[in-house]
């Protein structure tokens, strides 16, 4: 019986599947985006984002305890270094999954799992946000604004200058 046993094994046992997992993990933190399957990305999530949690404060504790479970350091370099600073004042919430379809082979669903802060083109996106469109129309804001132009240059208390000759 697997009562209470939440995660997702992978069909594979403990140690198969923490070595998969670290070196997925790995993968992530120095190309910043893998693909893989579903199962494997939301098994990853789950052990990635405490890892970069820990890499938000850089003691040699936090470092000695990621080296533990990667064991590769330059993964732990970088991710200590790079991806610490650019997810310093993001509050969890690190990786993005996006499913990408079926594979031809066996059709299991395949997905594409990556940092969120380092995903430029997205981040572009929701910098530049367009207004909302609606149906209806609205008043034009360049006619008020030139109403209200002339009553500014010219003070009450001076005399009007004499135009100049227009030439035709």
Do not use: C
């Not at 031809?104 to 367009?130: H, P, R, S, T, Y």
């Not at 609606?134 to 500014?152: G, H, I, L, N, V």
Request: charge should be positive; glycine fraction near 4%.
């Amino acid at each position: 019986m697997r009562h209470n046993k939440k995660f997702n094994h992978l069909s594979r046992k403990k140690a198969h599947r923490e070595a998969l997992l670290s070196n997925l993990t790995i993968s992530l933190i120095m190309h910043k985006r893998i693909f893989t399957t579903l199962a494997k990305a939301k098994a990853l999530r789950v052990f990635a984002e405490p890892l970069i949690t820990r890499s938000k404060t850089d003691d040699m504790t936090n470092r000695r305890l990621v080296f533990s479970y990667l064991q590769n350091k330059d993964a732990v370099k970088e991710l200590f270094g790079v991806v610490a600073e650019k997810v310093a004042d993001r509050p969890g919430g690190y990786l993005r999954i996006l499913k990408t379809g079926h594979r031809l082979g066996d059709n299991a669903e395949m997905a594409m799992i990556e940092l969120v802060d380092f995903n430029e083109n997205m981040l572009e996106a929701a910098g530049g946000k367009k207004e909302k469109s609606t149906r209806r129309s609205r008043r034009k804001k360049s006619a008020a604004p030139a109403a209200e132009a002339p009553a500014a240059e010219a003070p009450a208390t001076e005399a009007p200058a004499e135009e100049a000759p227009k030439a035709e």
